[in-house]
């Protein structure tokens, strides 16, 4: 029994963390816009009412199908300022759990947490290079929630009562989410006056609002008052990079993902090729040898994962290597079934699990899955002040001690494990889908795709279901997972934590009925946030019909 209810439709599908984006997003595919139309009004919605998630100033990647069958990966991610250098932090420890931290936890919160926000001229480059509507069209929903007003959701305000002690420490957060210096409360209407002025200015003079404008000045001018890197220089040399989608094969399924610096289309295709040689189906979902072969594969996954994820500019990637068949089979001949194993561990860094995901179909043939985020809750816990803009700290994800192949570098892009992955079947897709969770990204999102094609769950059970995941210390695992199960493992010599959720949540869309590609498309979202899906039925009159009124009134 799932908690969530799919949605079934032929005209197009939105399915966003939020149900307010994923209603933008359906009124672009209304008005006669693509998926990518959609796509982009839907993260420029949830800026606004899922802002401790996402902004303008964040960063991430979109994944494009078009229908011509080509695959674009547009890397929107954000980069070191050229001011940045290896030795920039203090850190304070060379090993887990520490190792990340730095002296007054510059890396994570304040201005020298800030990296070059992507987001904006990633998305723009989208709409203009594939999309179909205007920009300013585009951003409306969003301008109207944000002058307008919308109901916190709980999970907003459970956001809020979290990091109640840090946004106060910000006038721009603290005015929103604090009102009368108490946190907000599920049903507050919630509005962000400030920020739907800047979104006009975007709307009337596109990026360069930000990357050669006013906006980008009032970034630059609190960057440095505040002792932060970021200049206009930095902002007007960002800018998107298309790259090719890694492809593998599993099962006759053929998975596409994201290149580095994402991790995901590398390691999930690395994952599914060793577990590619063991019988899933007939171990079962949930089982102790299945959850052990999981675990396993995460734990290489990871081992090998600090050679892979680095911006491709900087760091050689052994792409080819590390996704071949024959590198998994002798992988895979390292497992053994009956014990737990260390594997080599890698850099082990540490990702925020604070993202968003939009996953977007027309009956055109154009599929987006796009993942993005400011990094952190509310990110570097600051505004620049008169735009209700909210800074990424993204600086986070460099590894702050110098000499590694993560290390911060002037212009180096930031590695991550966004994993907005499709699955094709016979040239023809199957699944998109992707969701929020830092390092827990694309481990959840291999599970689900197993899920669907070994374990033949439904699209709903599949993003639903429980999920595991280590990176070679602890093994999470969900409450869904039986503790006869969890004996098991622990037997094998797992160090087993119990954990609320593994990632976030997660939306899908499903192509097909009954393995048949009949037109239509589902969409699905787990229980892990307010994902919701919106289907788009119905359509014009028939060619030729009148209405014929003096018929009618008899």
Avoid at 305 to 329: G, I, N
Avoid at 513 to 523: A, P
Avoid at 531 to 537: A, D, K, R, S, W
């Amino acid at each position: 029994m799932t908690e969530k209810h799919p949605v079934t439709a032929r005209k197009g599908m939105v399915v966003t963390n939020h149900p307010l984006a994923s209603g933008a997003g359906a009124e672009m595919l209304l008005g006669g816009g693509n998926a990518v139309d959609a796509a982009v009004a839907a993260l420029f919605a949830l800026t606004v009412v899922e802002p401790m998630m996402v902004g303008i100033l964040g960063g991430g990647v979109a994944h494009l199908r078009l229908p011509d069958g080509r695959h674009v990966v547009v890397d929107g991610l954000s980069t070191a300022p050229a001011a940045a250098r290896a030795d920039m932090y203090r850190t304070l420890s060379d090993v887990l759990p520490d190792y990340q931290e730095t002296e007054g936890r510059e890396n994570h919160f304040g201005p020298l947490a800030m990296a070059v926000p992507g987001a904006l001229r990633a998305w723009c480059h989208t709409l203009s290079a594939y999309g179909t509507m205007p920009l300013a069209d585009v951003l409306e929903p969003a301008i109207r929630l944000a002058a307008r007003g919308w109901a916190a959701t709980p999970y907003l305000a459970d956001c809020v009562g979290d990091n109640a002690a840090e946004l106060a420490t910000d006038p721009g957060l603290s005015a929103t989410f604090l009102p009368g210096g108490a946190p907000l409360r599920a049903g507050d209407r919630v509005r962000r006056g400030d920020y739907a002025e800047s979104l006009r200015l975007i709307a009337q003079a596109g990026p360069d609002a930000l990357h050669d404008g006013p906006l980008g000045e009032a970034l630059a001018a609190h960057m440095r008052g505040a002792g932060g890197l970021i200049t206009m220089g930095d902002l007007r040399a960002a800018g998107p990079v298309e790259r090719e989608a890694i492809r593998a094969s599993y099962r006759g399924h053929e998975i596409l993902g994201p290149p580095p610096p994402s991790s995901s289309g590398v390691h999930v295709a690395q994952m599914l090729n060793v577990l590619e040689g063991f019988d899933l189906r007939a171990l079962g979902a949930g089982t102790p040898d299945s959850v052990h072969l999981l675990a396993e594969a995460l734990k290489m996954a990871f081992a090998d994962r600090a050679v892979a994820t680095a911006d491709p500019a900087f760091v050689e990637v052994p792409v080819a290597r590390l996704v071949s068949k024959d590198y998994a089979a002798g992988r895979r001949a390292e497992i053994a079934l009956d014990q737990a194993r260390d594997w080599a561990p890698g850099a082990g860094l540490l990702e925020s699990a604070n993202t968003t995901h939009v996953t977007v179909a027309d009956d055109r043939g154009t599929v987006v899955s796009s993942t993005q985020t400011i990094n952190s809750l509310f990110g570097a816990r600051f505004t620049v002040p008169g735009t209700g803009m909210v800074a990424n700290n993204y600086m986070y994800n460099f590894d702050p001690h110098p000499g590694r192949a993560l290390s911060v570098a002037p212009g180096k892009r930031v590695f991550t494990s966004m994993a907005p992955m499709m699955v094709l079947r016979g040239g023809v897709p199957v699944v998109a889908l992707g969701l929020p969770g830092g390092l827990r990204i694309f481990g959840s999102a291999m599970q689900a795709i197993i899920n669907l094609l070994d374990h033949g769950m439904s699209l709903q059970e599949a993003v639903e279901a429980p999920r595991v995941w280590t990176q070679g210390h602890l093994l999470e695992l969900e409450p869904g997972i039986s503790a006869e199960t969890e004996a098991v493992l622990v037997a094998r010599g797992h160090r087993v934590s119990r954990v609320r959720t593994v990632g976030g949540g997660m939306g899908a869309i499903a192509f097909g009925t009954d393995g048949t590609m009949d037109g239509t498309m589902t969409g699905a979202a787990c229980w892990r946030a307010d994902g919701t899906p919106v289907g788009i039925g119905g359509g014009l009159a028939r060619a030729g019909v009148r209405f014929m009124p003096d018929v009618a009134a008899r």
